[in-house]
């Protein structure tokens, strides 16, 4: 079989053996795709059963280096739970009550690019794209640091995805001078932030916390041939988004463990909390907390 050989369907499989046996494998977690998504009032069971049936394996689990994957979910009571009110996340700051989390293996976030671009504009001219939705923070990031109450002991950020952590709180930090970073062209600002993080700020946190990891990522740009409704990622060069991995729900915590992040930060003297959101994991097969979303 030659190097263009196409069997009889139109694929060449050749080329997967191919592609397979060389480049990065490790079992390592590299960098993520984290997307926050509102479907449309009334629109909320249909996007759920398409995004679980269907975009969740057809446009993220079986696509190559895309090796975990798991779903959120902020029900009212959860989406008044965020702050601050002002966020330049979400606007409001109760936007986006689906989220999903996926591992990338390190090395591959290009190849995974290429993948992704070419599946999701098949699957816009096969009518598989869900369009009653709106993204309200969806990107692509590198993963820079983790941060682990025990020590690592227990499961490690490989496995956060799989293990059945009870919730999730997603924070977004910024740099204080977001201005003097960008016309600097700079990345020290967020270095510090990062360092004052990872060395003081979430070890004391994570200290007697119901959270047993946070992941800390640095957001990439899209590529320029991106789908139009996904727009350009923000905060590149100056941001950092944590994910709390945490072994109680959220609920029950969130008054002792979670209100104060912001000020925390801001204490720190080198970010600025600019999104702070609970979640629960959803259940596989099931629309459960489809009705309590407004």
Do not use: I, K, Q, S
């Given at each position: 079989m030659t190097d263009d050989a196409v069997q009889a369907d139109g694929t060449r499989s050749h080329l997967y053996a191919e592609l397979a046996a060389v480049g990065p494998y490790g079992a390592d977690l590299g960098h993520a795709l984290i997307t926050m998504v509102e479907p449309h009032p009334g629109h909320e069971h249909g996007y759920n059963r398409w995004y679980e049936d269907d975009h969740y394996i057809a446009g993220a689990m079986a696509m190559p280096w895309m090796y975990a994957g798991r779903r959120w979910v902020a029900t009212r009571e959860l989406q008044l739970l965020r702050y601050p009110e002002r966020s330049a996340v979400a606007q409001p700051v109760t936007a986006g009550c689906y989220l999903s989390t996926y591992w990338i293996t390190a090395g591959r976030y290009a190849d995974h690019m290429r993948w992704t671009v070419g599946i999701n504009k098949r699957l816009n001219r096969d009518h598989r794209v869900f369009q009653d939705r709106t993204h309200v923070f969806t990107a692509f990031q590198d993963h820079v640091t983790t941060v682990y109450r025990d020590g690592g002991r227990g499961p490690r950020d490989v496995h956060a995805l799989d293990h059945p952590y009870a919730g999730l709180v997603v924070e977004v930090v910024d740099v204080v001078d977001v201005v003097d970073v960008v016309e600097a062209g700079s990345p020290d600002g967020r270095a510090d932030l990062l360092a004052w993080l990872r060395d003081d700020h979430l070890p004391k946190r994570l200290a007697g916390s119901p959270a047993a990891l946070v992941t800390v990522f640095a957001p990439t740009p899209l590529p320029l041939d991106r789908m139009t409704y996904v727009k350009q990622v923000e905060g590149v060069g100056t941001r950092l988004t944590l994910l709390w991995f945490l072994q109680?729900?959220?609920?029950?915590?969130?008054?002792?463990?979670?209100?104060?992040?912001?000020?925390?930060?801001?204490?720190?003297?080198?970010?600025?909390?600019?999104?702070?959101?609970?979640?629960l994991p959803t259940v596989p097969g099931t629309d459960r907390y489809v009705d309590e979303l407004r």
């Open positions: 109680r729900d959220p609920r029950e915590v969130w008054r002792e463990h979670f209100t104060d992040l912001d000020t925390a930060v801001a204490a720190g003297g080198l970010g600025r909390v600019e999104f702070v959101a609970p979640f």
